[in-house]
């Protein structure tokens, strides 16, 4: 199957700094990609989508320059918190598709970055 | 817009017990559904999805799902728990290329 990378897995900062997540599809090119953010015991809530060399897509909500969202090839997108506060700690999840994988309809999911902000 | 509903926060199983957890949608034309597992601190594993077809869909690690049209719902089933089926279990349809998520069951099963 399709697998997708998240790094770093955890990622602690001070708060007004900034955190930069990346996410890789390993063995496909992801024309999108998706981030979600889950609270805890919460769903996961879909933060924005972005398609390879344009710009990404956010949700109603979701304040683009505070999420910082960049697809620049077909297998890495990143997702940057700028000026971290700790109410932006939360676990962020990255999913994706693409041409290659199977066009069977599901995502393909990363295994988180759990951020803290002190 | 889509949607689903996962109406129980937590489902509470012994092992070797069957376990449903349950799901309904709301979808306009017909709905793709999803199941994923997830575990503490993971990302989210595929279990199943129902596209078209037979009603009945067996997936990953014995679980299967029943997709009901008149009743809307597609709940997830196994025949028998195991104690490390114990984690938070999504189901979601898909919204166009978009994932859209219940808000996740609980699952715990007791030796």
């Known amino acids: 199957g399709a697998v997708v990378s998240q790094h770093p897995s955890w990622v602690i900062c001070k708060s007004g700094t900034s955190v930069k997540i990346e996410c890789r599809s390993l063995?496909?090119?992801?024309?999108?990609m998706f981030w979600y953010r889950q609270f805890p015991k919460q769903s996961l809530m879909l933060m924005a989508t972005?398609?390879?060399?344009?710009?990404?897509?956010?949700e109603q909500g979701v304040e683009k320059d505070k999420f910082l969202i960049n697809h620049a090839s077909l297998t890495l997108s990143t997702l940057t918190v700028t000026s971290a506060h700790p109410e932006d700690s939360s676990f962020y999840i990255c999913?994706?598709?693409?041409?290659?994988?199977?066009?069977?309809?599901?995502?393909?999911f990363g295994e988180g970055s759990r951020l803290t902000v002190l | 817009a889509q949607s689903v509903a996962q109406p129980e926060d937590q489902v509470n199983v012994a092992e070797g017990n069957p376990l449903t957890v349950k799901c309904t949608y709301s979808?306009?034309?017909?709905?793709?559904l999803f199941w994923y597992v997830q575990y503490p601190n993971r990302g989210l594993q595929f279990l199943l999805k129902?596209?078209?077809?037979?009603?009945l869909v067996k997936g990953s690690y014995g679980f299967e799902a029943e997709f009901n049209k008149s009743q809307t719902s597609f709940h997830l089933k196994k025949p028998s728990a195991l104690v490390s089926d114990s984690a938070l279990y999504f189901c979601a349809v898909r919204d166009y290329e978009k994932l859209v998520f219940g808000t996740g069951t609980r699952l715990l099963v007791s030796p």
């Open positions: 972005s398609n390879e060399g344009s710009k990404a897509t956010y």
């Open positions: 999913s994706a598709t693409g041409l290659q994988t199977p066009n069977t309809g599901e995502l393909f």
């Open positions: 129902y596209i078209t077809g037979d009603n």
């Open positions: 979808v306009s034309g017909n709905p793709y």
């Open positions: 063995d496909f090119q992801a024309t999108t």
